[in-house]
């Protein structure tokens, strides 16, 4: 699916030059829909980058609601703004409640690798070489560090 969308197009940012939005950004209080979505937006319109739609992050975003990558991928080709498809994604799949989607999004916020085996050995790779300390670092943590390394190479 490309972008034929103008409204995509306006939106989208090019991640070949900046990255995606932090991960702890919230959208009506939901945590990394906000970096899924540019994510989306720039593979629709092939400016991702290095950037991964769908990737491991993402997909435990659709789990919390039972969506998927496809489904929001189309959402965003239709070139809803972020409020929309907020709106979209709340009501999408399992509908969730405020108080849920608070609850979500502070421990998303909290999540480490570190702590799942059989994640532990790549999460620890990936900080040290971000010079950062696996042991206190989130998986927000990490992605933040990523991106600022890979901006100041450029």
């Known amino acids: 699916m490309t972008a034929t969308n ?3 197009k306006k939106l989208a940012l090019d991640l070949t030059k900046q990255a995606p939005r932090p991960p702890q950004e ?4 939901i945590v990394q829909l906000g970096r899924a979505v540019d994510k989306c937006r720039a593979t629709l319109i092939g400016k991702n980058g290095e950037y991964h739609y769908d990737c ?3 997909k435990m975003l659709f789990a919390f ?5 496809d489904q929001l991928k189309a959402a965003v080709a239709k070139g809803l703004t972020d409020e929309e498809i907020a709106d979209w994604f709340i009501k999408a799949g399992t ?3 405020a108080a849920e989607i608070k609850k979500f999004s502070a421990e998303f916020i909290a999540y480490s690798p570190y702590n799942k085996p059989q994640a532990k050995e790549w999460f620890i790779g ?8 696996p042991k206190t670092s989130t998986q927000f943590d990490m992605l933040n560090a990523d991106d600022k390394a890979t901006f100041a190479k450029k």
């Open 26 to 29: 919230k959208i009506k209080g």
């Open 126 to 133: 990936a900080c040290k070489s971000l010079g950062i300390d």
């Open 6 to 8: 103008p409204t995509v």
């Open 65 to 69: 609601n039972g969506t998927n990558g």
């Open 56 to 58: 491991p992050v993402d």
């Open 95 to 97: 509908p969730k409640t």
